[in-house]
């Protein structure tokens, strides 16, 4: 787990908002909406019938 | 620090992946092959042209609804709910990604509650608040154009939540304000209405099935917080 505590506080180490930890925020942010729109809402039908379940079970605009 | 967030969010939301799948098995999975058994009924049946009063104006509207011809899909039992696994373990990872690089911009204290909190607040504005405009819907159900309704949904999660931060978020009264009225607008243009409010499945069906699903989508984003939250806490060291 050192390795983690490491890479989780910088020679900064502050609470402050650091220039990494926004770059760290915006790239979870990112990778987390490209899964949710290629999952939830992906035009080609493969994705569409792959999903479908998922999709209406979450409640989200299918068909 | 993105190390961290990444490995989290994997774990978290492979953890909510599987426990949903389990749980739609038995609430909305039931009710989307009940659904389909009247879809296909109602596809099947041949076209009451000259029976049906409203037939003029409805037949157009559920023509759309057919499924793709020769599209590939996947055969009903095992093949299907392994892929409705796999989707589900990819929207736990993308909801606890989410959530995490939402906390880390925030900054403050990541852990199991303040991860809840953040998945509370991203199940009302990913879900709970675009269901007003748009219900779940089972297999069958009319509605308009597919491409319209995702636009809307889209654009009303980006308000709800902009809207929810500044609410809960932002000092100033007035940030306050204008929080509440960025959550309003999408319902006051409203979303894309369907070309006709009857379905071929029975109402209570499509009852129970708004209710399940929403608290599918509840779980989703609650345990996909919790558990990124306590996960995140454990991995950076900070107890």
Redesign the interface.
């Known amino acids: 787990?050192?390795e983690?505590?490491s890479?989780?506080l910088?020679a900064s180490g502050s609470?402050a908002?650091s220039p990494?930890?926004?770059?760290?925020?915006?790239?979870?942010?990112?990778?987390?909406?490209?899964?949710?729109?290629?999952?939830?809402?992906a035009?080609p039908?493969?994705i569409h019938?792959?999903?479908?379940?998922?999709?209406?079970?979450?409640?989200?605009?299918?068909? | 620090?993105?190390?961290?967030?990444?490995?989290s969010?994997f774990g978290a939301g492979l953890l909510a992946g599987a426990l949903?799948t389990a749980v739609?098995f038995v609430t909305?999975?039931p009710l989307?092959l009940a659904g389909e058994v009247y879809e296909k009924a109602a596809d099947a049946a041949p076209a009451p042209a000259a029976t049906h009063e409203h037939a003029d104006a409805s037949a157009p509207a559920e023509a759309e609804?057919h499924?793709?011809e020769g599209?590939?899909?996947?055969a009903d039992g095992f093949e299907?709910s392994a892929?409705?696994l796999?989707?589900?373990l990819?929207?736990g990872?993308?909801?606890?990604?989410?959530?995490?690089?939402?906390?880390?911009?925030r900054?403050?204290r990541i852990d199991a509650k303040t991860g809840l909190l953040w998945g509370v607040a991203g199940f009302f504005a990913a879900?709970l608040l675009?269901?007003l405009g748009?219900?779940?819907?089972?297999?069958g159900t009319a509605?308009a154009e597919?491409g319209s309704?995702?636009m809307w949904?889209?654009g009303t999660v980006g308000a709800s939540a902009a809207g929810l931060a500044l609410v809960l978020l932002a000092k100033p009264w007035w940030s306050k304000a204008l929080g509440l009225l960025l959550a309003i607008v999408p319902h006051v243009i409203g979303a894309p209405e369907p070309p006709t409010l009857e379905a071929a499945y029975p109402a209570v069906l499509g009852a129970e099935f708004?209710v399940a699903?929403?608290v599918?989508?509840a779980l989703?984003w609650s345990v996909s917080g919790l558990s990124a939250g306590w996960l995140f806490n454990?991995?950076?060291?900070r107890a």
């Open positions: 787990m050192t983690f505590r890479a989780a910088p609470i908002r990494s930890r926004v770059a760290a925020g915006l790239a979870a942010i990112i990778l987390g909406l490209v899964l949710y729109i290629g999952t939830g809402f035009a039908s493969f019938n792959a999903t479908h379940d998922t999709r209406h079970a979450f409640g989200l605009p299918c068909h | 620090m993105l190390k961290s967030i990444i490995v969010a949903l739609q909305t999975e989307i609804h499924h793709e599209a590939w899909e996947p299907r892929y409705t796999i989707a589900n990819l929207m990872v993308a909801v606890s990604a989410v959530l995490l690089g939402a906390m880390t911009l900054g403050g879900s675009p269901s748009l219900s779940p819907e089972l297999p509605a597919i309704r995702q949904w889209l708004v699903s929403l599918v989508s989703l454990r991995l950076s060291g």
